[in-house]
């Protein structure tokens, strides 16, 4: 989030935070069979006021569909990059979907640029209706790629949706809070590879720059390669090691801003020096285009004033993607 007209304290500034070394890992089963909702509520409200990460084990999502996404995400980028290219991003427009090649997306431009390559799907639409929804492309020669990416895809926002209770019963809000906000939301699913580095890196390139993410929930699949690193209060980058069986979930600036800065939208960043390439599956679910966010009430008072403007989830959006991806200048120049 780089919004000029927000407030920007550094978050290490705020001396209630607690600091942190290791990312808590939360049973989320009794919050999905409604056995213990409060209790993984209340472990949910510490990882995001402090943290802004956690992990997620008892996720209930099986096992063989995660392995196969990401045999048909090692499928995928097997590919010769000119049949990779022949869907490149900017072939949807604004809808946003397709591949994008090393360099074609860096997370935080003024420092760095990201080793990495990308494919991007949403839901699936049959034309292009805005900005995140239209049609996907998908590549032909793959057997079983789109059934198996698209059933993925459903079961993340299903979890999702799931999450967003808990953290909902997190704020003392009524559970079913954000359902108004996501009835039909932008949900942007990411297939990433980063190959290796070696010799001397440096900031200037890494697998992925700095960055927040956008919206209000990512849960990200990471194979068993590492690499991922969470910033903590101290300002010291704490890994993100890979834990069988869990998911990482964190949240974004839509979930910062409506707590008025209470859940921390924390900056990560991808550095694999593993010597062998990392694999990640991250899914984001932000909020229908137009709902409005801004800070609750609750969490405004004189002595903590507001410190976001309202923004649309779809603008805010956007505005991030416009800032990330050089190419989206001319698609945007050409509507
Ligand atoms: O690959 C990862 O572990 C993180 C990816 C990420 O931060 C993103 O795509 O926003
Ligand atoms: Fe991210």
Redesign the pocket.
């Known amino acids: 989030m780089t919004n000029s007209d927000l407030v920007h304290l550094d978050d290490r500034l705020r001396a209630q935070r607690q600091s942190f070394d290791k990312i808590p890992i939360i049973d989320i089963g009794p919050l999905l069979d409604n056995t213990g909702a409060l209790s993984v509520a209340k472990e949910i409200r510490w990882a995001f006021a402090n943290v802004g990460f956690m992990y997620a084990k008892n996720h209930g999502v099986p096992a063989q569909l995660v392995d196969d996404t990401f045999a048909q995400a090692r499928a995928f980028f097997k590919q010769p990059l000119e049949e990779k290219m022949k869907l490149h991003i900017a072939n949807s427009g604004i809808a946003l979907h397709g591949y994008v090649e090393m360099f074609g997306e860096n997370a935080d431009p003024t420092n760095s640029k990201d080793l990495k390559e990308c494919f991007d799907f949403g839901p699936e639409r049959p034309a292009l209706e805005r900005p995140f929804f239209g049609p996907n492309q998908w590549p032909s020669a793959l057997l079983g790629f789109r059934a198996t990416l698209l059933a993925y895809h459903q079961i993340m926002k299903d979890l999702a949706t799931k999450l967003l209770q808990g953290i909902a019963l997190s704020l003392d809000l009524p559970r079913d809070f954000f359902n108004s906000k996501i009835s039909d939301p932008i949900t942007y699913q990411?297939l990433?590879r980063y190959p290796p580095q070696s010799g001397r890196v440096e900031e200037k390139i890494i697998g992925?720059g700095a960055?927040t993410?956008a919206g209000n929930l990512?849960i990200?699949a990471?194979d068993s390669v590492g690499g991922?690193q969470v910033m903590n209060r101290e300002g010291v980058w704490v890994e993100g090691v890979p834990i069988a069986g869990t998911f990482v979930i964190n949240i974004g600036d839509l979930l910062q801003i409506l707590t008025n800065g209470m859940y921390l939208a924390n900056s990560?960043r991808?550095v694999n020096v593993s010597g062998r390439e990392r694999y990640?599956i991250?899914f984001f679910i932000d909020a229908n285009y137009d709902a409005v966010f801004e800070p609750l009430d609750r969490y405004v008072s004189p002595s903590n004033p507001s410190r976001y403007l309202p923004v649309t989830c779809g603008a805010h959006k956007l505005g991030e993607f416009v800032r990330t991806f050089p190419h989206l200048e001319n698609v945007l120049r050409e509507r």
Do not use: N
Request: glycine fraction near 0%; avoid cysteine.
């Open positions: 990411r990433l992925i960055h993410d990512t990200l990471q991922l990560h991808v990640s991250p």
